[in-house]
């Protein structure tokens, strides 16, 4: 093909960075096509940095591949071992994340079309629902028997503390983000459509708070019971579909969101040895 | 020469099969001109090392995709200023590197042994703004977006100093 060569001087110059623009772009462009040349070149490259980058595409291309979830938050910036740790979640994952859309979707349907007291259960029902989603969500985004990353998680020398934090703020999240889509298509939207909000938050953290005495699936039980049986009693007694949901259990939420706050920070030790098991 | 591109596409079709001693050979082959020639794009070291693994990283994943249109080294190249870019896009520092303006002198064009053309001779003629488009967007065939990303300046102005660039040289030929 070609029988131009470039001179050792030039090449050592480029490969210094110390070769002018004109030059070099002519040499780039003769390095495309000329193995001897790039050989040539590759003799005047520093070989620490080249080392470096072989080790780091070693480990890459030893790792798998990361999954869909991962790669999405990875291309979203997120750090890879948050990202990691989130995409190992088991209520992250598309099928509990479908199911929580399908659970509202329906109660929702069902408040649009049934009539009379039909529509008012409807609405309780997707209060609740939504109000109970994230304790769900958190029940199985951590702990023993559900997380397939627990026991490593355990052994990790990171603070578990992080890991708790981190997933139930993703589940949290995606929660208020499904329930708040599914509360736009409720009939006569109003506050009643978001009154599940703050009853979500104080549920949720003081799920998290029971999670460092007892198992998190069982503390996230306990809560959704009692919650069920105050909410399903104030309901009968006031025949009114959001009776749980006035001002009064807006003001309770709030004293459990700054309650469980409390607590928590003062019982973070414990997540260090791991959640109750 | 033929032999060797062929050799390229030999150890690529091996790559995609999984064989590491084959991207280790394409490695030894490329990773030093695509360090050089990165880092007369960008003056951070440490980024420049990432990209070259981002790069061969790429290339374990992706060599199936290749489908033996063009050479090798260009579809490499391709792959590494555009994950150079993906950088700096997300990490907006100033680490553009400011083209050297040297003159040389006649003994080091001798000594160099480089031929000037008219057309080199037009290029070295411009401002080192305008040649650095030139060399983003002409040379290394970028987009206008990633040539503004590459070298930290707004898309408009890359056109309007593309166009400038242009300009001058079709002056400096005539």
């Keep these: 093909m070609t029988t131009w060569h470039a001179e050792p001087a030039a090449l050592a110059a480029y490969a210094d960075g110390a070769l002018d623009d004109v030059r070099a772009s002519s040499l780039e462009a003769h390095l495309m096509s000329c193995s001897a040349c790039r050989t040539a070149l590759a003799s005047a490259v520093p070989a620490a940095p080249l080392l470096r980058a072989w080790r780091g595409v070693t480990i890459a291309t030893v790792a798998p591949r990361p999954g869909l979830v991962e790669r999405v938050l990875l291309r979203a910036g997120v750090r890879d071992d948050v990202a990691r740790l989130l995409a190992a979640t088991p209520s992250l994952r598309v099928s ?9 979707g329906f109660a929702a349907f069902a408040a649009n079309v049934a009539p009379g007291a039909g529509a008012d259960a409807a609405l309780f029902l997707f209060l609740v629902i939504a109000a109970l989603a994230p304790v769900a969500g958190v029940a199985a985004a951590f702990g023993p028997g559900l997380d397939p990353t627990y026991e490593v998680g355990i052994a990790a020398p990171m603070r578990s503390e992080r890991l708790l934090l981190v997933r139930s703020l993703a589940v949290l999240a995606t929660s208020l983000v499904i329930a708040g889509l599914a509360a736009i298509t409720l009939p006569g939207f109003d506050r009643a459509a978001i009154a599940w909000l703050l009853p979500a938050l104080g549920l949720c953290l003081t799920t998290i708070t029971l999670a460092t005495w007892i198992r998190p699936l069982v503390a996230a039980i306990v809560v959704a019971m009692t919650w069920l049986a105050v909410a399903a009693s104030v309901t009968a007694a006031r025949s009114d579909p959001v009776a749980a949901f006035r001002s009064g259990g807006q003001l309770l939420a709030v004293a459990l969101i700054v309650i469980s706050a409390l607590v928590l920070s003062r019982r973070r030790v414990v997540y260090e040895g791991g959640v109750a098991a | 020469m033929t032999v060797r591109a062929d050799g390229d596409d030999m150890l690529l079709r091996a790559v995609a099969q999984g064989d590491r001693a084959a991207l280790e050979a394409l490695y030894r082959q490329h990773a030093p001109w695509l360090l050089v020639r990165l880092s007369r794009r960008c003056s951070d070291p440490g980024l420049v090392e990432e990209v070259v693994q981002d790069t061969f990283v790429a290339v374990w ?50 000594l160099l042994g480089v031929e000037h053309g008219d057309l080199g001779d037009a290029l070295g003629r411009l401002s080192p703004e305008l040649r650095a488009v030139m060399q983003a967007t002409v040379l290394d065939g970028l987009t206008t977006r990633e040539a503004a990303t590459l070298l930290g300046i707004p898309q408009g102005t890359v056109k309007t100093r593309a166009a400038r660039a242009r300009r001058e040289m079709r002056g400096a030929l005539a």
């Design chain 1, 96 to 104: 509990w994340l479908l199911a929580e859309a399908l659970a509202l």
């Design chain 2, 61 to 110: 994943r992706g060599a199936g995709r290749y489908r033996g249109t063009g050479e090798v080294p260009a579809w490499i190249w391709g792959i590494g200023i555009r994950r150079l870019i993906d950088r700096l896009r997300r990490s907006p520092a100033p680490v553009v590197r400011q083209a050297p303006d040297t003159v040389l002198s006649a003994e080091d064009h001798v």
